[in-house]
C-alpha cells in the first residue's frame, strides 16, 4: 500500500468513526445476531490474492458491524464501562501508526518516559501519595498475577522462581467472595492453587471482609502449619460494588507479614472526585492497587494502572536481564519490561496523557459525578415502585435490584426472563449477578456519552417490561 492509498482508507476509516458514534443512539445496544451467523458469511480458507480495499471495507460494514455489541452505546449499563473517548481513539491512531514496541526505555525513550510522567499525574489525581510508583499493565488481570507472584516469592524468601513449589508447605492468600474472578486465576496461574484461597466473610451493608474472622483464618492456617502469603481487598467488586475497609484489615495482613494487593479496577479512578475516596480510606497503607482507566476514565482499552509501594520486591520477583534486553550506559533508567510479565509493550501512556489533557480533571469530574448521581436517583425510583427492591446497597453509580410480582413465582426466573426482555428490546444493555444466592439485575451507569436522559428511559423501561411479565 503506498502513501496516497494508505492516506486515503485512513480517512475513509475516520469518516467511519465519527459517523459511527454520532449514530449511536439509533442503534440497539447488543448485537441481533445467532452464535454461527458472522462465521457463516466468511470464507473457511484464506485468500491465495490480494484483495482491494473497497472489497475489505464493504464486508467490514455488511458483516462485523452488524455483529458488534456497542459497548460506546449510551444505553450500554451492562459489566463495567469500556470508553473509549475521541481523544483516546486518535492517540491509539497514531500509536498504531508508529508500531513502536515499547519493551525498553531505548526501544522508545518517549513512551518510557512519558508513562512515568502520566501514572504519576494520575496517582496524584486520585490522592495516592508519592512513595507510589506506577506501570501501565494491560489489564487488571495482569496486575492481579503480578501482586500474586510478589506475594508467593516474598512469602518464600524469594526462592520460588528458582526452585518452584514442590514440596513446600500450603501458601494462603485470603479474600471475599465478592472478588472478581481474575483472582481466582491469578491463584491458579501463580501455582497458589484454588484450594489456598481462602475465602472470608463478608459484614455490613457494603458487604466488605469481617475482620475478625480474617484474624482467625491466619490463626487456623498458622496452627495447621500454612504460611499465610497475602490479602487482596475489594475496592468496588463487579457484582455489588462491594467495598472492603481497608485500614483494619491491612494492619492485621502486615502484623502477620502478609502482601496486601487492593483490586480497585472500576472504583478506583472515581477517586479522582475527592469526596468518594472515603470508600477507600486507608488504602495507601496497601502494598499494591490496581486501577484501570480503561473502564470509567475514557482511556481506550488496555490500559491498567498498577501501583506498587515497594518496587524494589516487584521487581526482584519479575526482572529478569539478558545481554540483548540491557541498556549499556545508563544504570538509572527504568525499562517496564521488567514490571510486567509480557516482554512487549504497546505505547499505551500516550492515550492515557491525551485523555488527561483533552478532558481535565474537571470535565472528567464532572462525567462521574452524573453517572453516579442519576444513577442513585434511579435505585431510589426504582425501591419506591411496586413490587420492587433493591437487592444490594448503591456504590457510586452500581446497585443492583430485584422484582417480585407477588404471586409465588419462581423468583429467579422471573429475573431471567426480564433481562432477557429488556436487553432483546434493544433500547438497553444489563447484565445479571447473585446476591445471597439470588439471582438479581445489575445496574451500572458509566458510558461517557450517557445522559440523564438515557436514565430516565431505563426507568421506564424497566419498569413497563416488570408489569407486562406480572
Not at 279 to 308: M, R, T
Not at 413 to 438: E, F, K, Q, S, W
Request: one cysteine or more; proline letters at 6%.
Amino acid at each position: 500500500m503506498d502513501g496516497d492509498t494508505f492516506r486515503h482508507w485512513a480517512h475513509e476509516a475516520a469518516t467511519f468513526a465519527a459517523d459511527y458514534r454520532e449514530t449511536l443512539r439509533d442503534q440497539p445496544v447488543r448485537a441481533r445476531t445467532k452464535p454461527g451467523e458472522i462465521a457463516a458469511q466468511l470464507p473457511p480458507s484464506p485468500p491465495e490474492e490480494a484483495e482491494p480495499m473497497d472489497a475489505l471495507f464493504e464486508d467490514f460494514r455488511r458483516i462485523i458491524v452488524p455483529g458488534m455489541t456497542h459497548w460506546q452505546h449510551p444505553r450500554f449499563f451492562a459489566y463495567f464501562p469500556a470508553n473509549a473517548s475521541p481523544a483516546s481513539v486518535i492517540a491509539e491512531m497514531l500509536s498504531s501508526a508508529m508500531g513502536a514496541q515499547c519493551l525498553l526505555w531505548q526501544t522508545s525513550p518517549a513512551a518510557t518516559e512519558l508513562e512515568g510522567v502520566a501514572l504519576d499525574w494520575l496517582r496524584q489525581a486520585v490522592g495516592l501519595p508519592d512513595d507510589f510508583t506506577g506501570v501501565i499493565q494491560d489489564s487488571a488481570s495482569s496486575a492481579t498475577l503480578c501482586a500474586f507472584l510478589t506475594m508467593r516469592e516474598r512469602a518464600l524468601g524469594f526462592t520460588g522462581n528458582a526452585t518452584g513449589l514442590s514440596g513446600r508447605e500450603r501458601l494462603r492468600v485470603y479474600a471475599s467472595a465478592e472478588v472478581h474472578t481474575s483472582i481466582d486465576r491469578a491463584a491458579w496461574v501463580s501455582g497458589i492453587g484454588a484450594e489456598n484461597l481462602i475465602r472470608i466473610p463478608t459484614r455490613g451493608p457494603m458487604r466488605g471482609m469481617d475482620p475478625a474472622a480474617l484474624e482467625a483464618a491466619i490463626a487456623a492456617d498458622l496452627a495447621a502449619g500454612h504460611r499465610p502469603a497475602g490479602l487482596v481487598l475489594c475496592m468496588g467488586g463487579t457484582g455489588t460494588g462491594a467495598i472492603d475497609s481497608p485500614p483494619e484489615l491491612i494492619r492485621i495482613a502486615h502484623r502477620h507479614g502478609l502482601f496486601v494487593h487492593a483490586d480497585a479496577a472500576w472504583a478506583g479512578t472515581a477517586m479522582i472526585c475527592p469526596e468518594f475516596r472515603d470508600l477507600w480510606a486507608g488504602v495507601e497503607a496497601a502494598d499494591s492497587i490496581v486501577l484501570n482507566p480503561h473502564k470509567w476514565l475514557g482511556v481506550q482499552f488496555d490500559c491498567s494502572a498498577h501501583y506498587l509501594r515497594n518496587v524494589d520486591d516487584h521487581l526482584r520477583t519479575l526482572s529478569i536481564q539478558p545481554e540483548y534486553l540491557k541498556t549499556h550506559g545508563h544504570d538509572d533508567i527504568t525499562n517496564y519490561s521488567e514490571w510486567t510479565v509480557q516482554l512487549g509493550r504497546r505505547f499505551r501512556a500516550l492515550k492515557l496523557w491525551f485523555v488527561l489533557r483533552a478532558h481535565g480533571l474537571n470535565g472528567l469530574r464532572e462525567m462521574m459525578r452524573n453517572h453516579v448521581r442519576w444513577a442513585q436517583a434511579l435505585a431510589a425510583r426504582l425501591a419506591q415502585e411496586p413490587g420492587f427492591s433493591l437487592a444490594s446497597t448503591p456504590v457510586l453509580s452500581l446497585f443492583t435490584f430485584r422484582h417480585d410480582p407477588g404471586d409465588g413465582r419462581d423468583l429467579d426466573a422471573h429475573m431471567l426472563a426480564m433481562l432477557t426482555a429488556i436487553n432483546d428490546g434493544g433500547a438497553l444493555y444489563l447484565t445479571p449477578t447473585r446476591v445471597d444466592g439470588h439471582l438479581v439485575i445489575r445496574f451500572q451507569a458509566g458510558a461517557m456519552e450517557t445522559t440523564e436522559g438515557d436514565v430516565d428511559a431505563a426507568f421506564q423501561i424497566i419498569r413497563d417490561t416488570a408489569k407486562s411479565l406480572s
